[in-house]
């Protein structure tokens, strides 16, 4: 269903099982786990799907080694259950990932992890041999029924410099352990929100639309792209905002029946950095290490760049966050740290986000000790309105498993019962995974008459989906976006076939053309075309949607016009040498 209908359907009967509000991972988790159990449900995204704290994230799927010295134990074993699952359902988008963490010190952190692991409050350490030694077994023995993974290794400091030369010379050994990371988060999403459309017509989602109580328990939907409402009666709503749970309570509730704060968000920053020096240095591996302050940051390889990060301060606004530039240099400075002999400079950052973690409130003077859990409560409103179940907390790779107990929460609620499970359910491009990847992209390649590069291409963005993508591309015309390895088929698949109201949609989110640092002006020119001409906008609606974009891009990005036009010049000379 489209938007117009989706509205219509509302006008025609206002009443519905659920209302989730918020389509970022959790979300749209929950909202896909109530369809499939053939529920009345609507899911309600004020801005893109994951285009909030979900887009933010560092690009790991892990159980959080760091959590178990605040004795998230639970966490951690539900994390690695989640992980796997992931690496089994969504292949295409999740993989292993080699992690070397350095180690300075043999002894040093025990008796600060044991203070921690306590509950008491107290700022971190360093992490010696011995400490990361225990949470690695622990790792090991969580994971040994499964064992998809090889378990853990340490390497002496010779070794270690052999094989990573350019680490401080001054530590003492390094363990290497196994993890996930995911390459296309927002696009899986999106498979999950097309999983939980296709289960049945009672499922309906609006992204860019908002829902404000316009009485007592009466609540109106509004599409911020057309303008239009409609009144929505549902039974129970689920607040799945996230950083934004209690800024969206404050619209459902009248002033004197608000629920007290629920939510204490931190920020988490990351930089993406092309260095060619940067990125061979690592070896394939992530290096999971301690800032001189003993925060835990990380870098990895990512789509030919690199991935660094983060940050973990405290936000009061969560509509507002970005990047700043001390966050910059202390990532910066702790990559200095960890590469004392690598060099950045400010032009080969190439991209920057920020986003806000979901997590309860607290008043720990260390950010680092707050819960990295996820659970769920349930606020009551006075009269006949429905009770909103705020879901508090959690982590992407949670996502499966937290929307699952919400969901269980909900079907109580109401009376009803569970008939399917997600636990081994395949997601979007995962499915019909083929053990022969070069022979499925051969096959398909000469089924759908395209060329064996470019199903290769389709086959790395989209998994198993790519057939369907090929055969829409080969239906017509189709040519090369300028200086891209997308075409303007494929971009109209993707705006014709996955909720695109806006170019960030397209270009933040739908592909990797942004944060991969491939963009360039003409790129963003030649998709708005392409957009405009499918959406129908006049001139002067295409010049404000490009102005709105590069100031986006800009502010939130640290990615300027002239650096975009920057990257014109630089394709342009690079093409005339080849």
Known sequence: MNREEILDGLRRSPKVDVCVIGGGINGISVFRELALQGLNVLLVERHDYCSGASAALSRMVHGGLRYLENGEFKLVQESLVERDRLLRNAPHYVAPLPTTVPVFDAFSGLGNGIVRFLGLTRRP???????????????DFLTCKRAMMPRHKFRGRRTTLAKWPALNPEIRSSATYYDAWVSHPERLGIELLDDALLAGAGAGALNYADIRAAGPGQFVVRDLVSGRSAEVDPTLIINATGGWIDITNDTLFSPDARPATLMGGTKGSHLIIDNAELYDALAG???????????????FPYLGKVLVGSTDIRVDDPETVRCEADER????????????????RAEEISFQFSGV????????????????????????????????LCMIGGKWTTFRSF??????LALERLGRTRRVTTAERPIGGGRRFPPDRAEWIARTAREKGISGDRMGELFSRYGTEAEAIAAFIVAAPDAPLPQAAYSEREILFLIRNEAVEHLDDVLLRRTTLAITGTLSLEMTDAVLDLLAAEKAWTPAL????????????????????LSLSARNEQRSKKCETT
């Open 542 to 561: 295409r010049a404000a949607e490009r102005s709105r974009f590069l100031t986006l891009l800009r502010d939130r990005h640290g990615v300027d016009e």
């Open 125 to 139: 350490s360093r992490r010696g041999a011995v400490a990361i030694k225990m949470g690695l077994s622990i790792y």
């Open 403 to 408: 929307g699952e107990l919400a969901a269980d």
């Open 357 to 388: 973690r979901p997590l309860p409130t607290s008043k720990d003077s260390f950010t680092g000790r707050i819960p990295r859990d996820h659970f769920c409560t349930i606020v009551e409103t006075s009269g006949s309105g429905p009770a909103v």
């Open 285 to 299: 591996h992530m290096i999971y290490y301690e800032n001189e302050d003993g925060r835990i940051c990380i870098l």
């Open 329 to 344: 240099d202390y990532i910066l400075q702790s990559l200095g740290f960890v590469l004392p002999g690598i060099k950045i």
